[in-house]
C-alpha cells in the first residue's frame, strides 16, 4: 500500500525501506509527555510519528532525522502536505554522527527490532532491522547527549529484547519509568514492549498491558479507543 490515509493526514510511503505498521501505530498513541517544545523523531522514515507528534502536540517543533535518502523522499512530502509543516523539519543525517545545539524534551524511536552481528546482503533493511549491541550502546549515549534531566525517551522494541535494552540503557543514565506490554492477542503473548525512559531515578517502573486484537482478528476496543484519534479508513 503506498498511501496510508490517516484521520489528520495522509502518508506516502512509496521509496521507504519499512511501510507503516502497527509499531508505529502503538507507539505515536502511547507516549505521554508533558507539552514538549521540542522533538527528535531518530529514524523517521516516511514520518509517521513525527506526524503523530505534531498532530498531538500542537505547540512542538518536530524534527525527524533519516539516514535513508529515498525514506527522506517520502518524509518530506508528507511533511509539506500536512498541517503543520511549519512545525516539523526533516534532516537527513546519520544518528550516530548527529550533534545539535537542541536539547529535546522527548525523543522517540521505532528503532531496529534485531541484536544481530550477521547481516543480510540487503544495506537498506540491515540499517532498518539490524543493530548490534555496540550500536544500541551509541544509540542511547547519544540520545542522552541529546536530552536534558527531565527528557523523556520513548521506544518501542520486541519483547525477546526489552531486558537487554533495559540493561544497556542504565547503563548509559537513562533507567525505565514504564513499561506497556503489547499482546498480538490472547493466544499470541508478549510480542512488543514500549518502554519510557528517563534520566531521573525512579522507585518502581510501572507496568501495563494491552492487547491488539481479539481471538477473531477484529481489533480490540482497548486498541481502537487508543489509536481513535489517528486510524483512518484503514482500520
Known amino acids: 500500500m503506498s498511501v496510508f490515509k490517516f484521520k489528520c493526514f495522509s502518508i506516502h510511503q512509496e521509496n521507504s525501506a519499512l511501510k507503516v505498521g502497527t509499531d508505529s501505530m502503538l507507539l505515536g498513541s502511547l507516549i505521554n509527555a508533558d507539552s514538549p517544545s521540542h522533538i527528535l523523531d531518530i529514524g523517521t522514515g516516511c514520518g509517521v510519528l513525527s506526524l503523530m507528534m505534531a498532530q498531538r502536540f500542537s505547540s512542538a517543533k518536530v524534527y525527524g532525522l533519516e539516514i535513508d535518502a529515498d525514506s527522506c523522499k517520502d518524509a518530506q512530502l508528507n511533511f509539506e502536505n500536512s498541517a503543520w509543516s511549519d512545525r516539523l523539519e526533516l534532516i537527513h543525517h546519520d544518528f550516530f554522527n548527529f550533534s545539535s545545539a537542541v536539547k529535546f524534551d522527548l525523543i522517540i524511536s521505532n528503532p531496529p527490532y534485531h541484536f544481530e552481528e550477521v547481516r543480510s546482503e540487503n544495506s537498506r533493511m540491515n540499517t532498518a532491522k539490524r543493530w548490534s549491541k555496540f550500536e544500541f550502546q551509541q544509540f542511547y549515549s547519544t540520545c542522552a547527549e541529546l536530552s536534558h534531566p527531565q527528557s523523556d525517551l520513548y521506544?518501542?522494541?520486541p519483547y525477546l529484547w526489552h531486558e537487554e535494552?533495559?540493561?544497556?540503557?542504565?547503563?548509559v543514565a537513562w533507567q525505565a519509568h514504564q513499561k506497556i506490554i503489547i499482546h498480538g492477542n490472547s493466544d499470541k503473548q508478549n510480542s512488543r514492549v514500549v518502554i519510557?525512559?528517563?534520566?531521573?531515578g525512579t522507585d518502581?517502573?510501572?507496568?501495563?498491558?494491552?492487547t491488539i486484537r481479539n481471538i477473531d482478528g477484529a481489533y480490540s476496543e482497548e486498541y481502537k479507543t487508543l489509536t481513535k484519534n489517528f486510524h483512518g479508513v484503514n482500520i
Open 155 to 157: 521506544l518501542i522494541v
Open 165 to 171: 535494552h533495559l540493561s544497556i540503557a542504565n547503563s
Open 196 to 200: 519510557n525512559f528517563k534520566r531521573h
Open 204 to 210: 518502581d517502573c510501572m507496568v501495563s498491558e494491552i
